[in-house]
């Protein structure tokens, strides 16, 4: 009796502290070419869920109703529902270089980042549909930030 008793509670407490990581981190699968050579489609990234991002980090998003559209090449960009992975590149209160990216769809160059957003591009430019094509990433979209890459899984 004891020993089921053990055996509960420690599958209690496994499902616990189970629940409580999910709460905190994502795996998610890289979808295109956006952010090559370091994350490539088909890889994996350790996700955790924060609000807050800083310049230089990777983070994950939703997609706004108006970032959906073209990439710029005739293929289709982002749909709404969808979760994005692009680099930080400017954060609140940051000025954005008159020369800042081009194209400037958005006309965002030479403005100061407004409270609460993000300004976001994917690491290999000529394919990214980012910032430059949307303007401003509002913070209450983010759904956290890259941690780190997971390897390729094993074939068994």
Known sequence: MTLARSAAGTLMAAGLLALAVRRVLIVT?????????????????????????????????????????????????????????????????DTLPADWADPDVEGIAGTTVPRGSLVVLGDNRPTSWDSRHYGYVSGDRLVGVVISPLPAPTAR
Do not use: I, Y
């Open 29 to 93: 699968t890289v979808d295109g070419a956006s952010m090559e050579p370091g994350l490539r489609s088909g890889g994996r990234v350790l996700v955790r869920r924060t609000r807050r991002a800083r310049r230089g980090q990777v983070v994950l998003f939703w997609a706004a109703d108006g970032q959906d559209g073209t990439d710029g090449n005739g293929r289709p960009a982002a749909r709404r529902g969808t979760l994005l992975l692009k680099r930080v590149v400017a954060v609140q209160g």
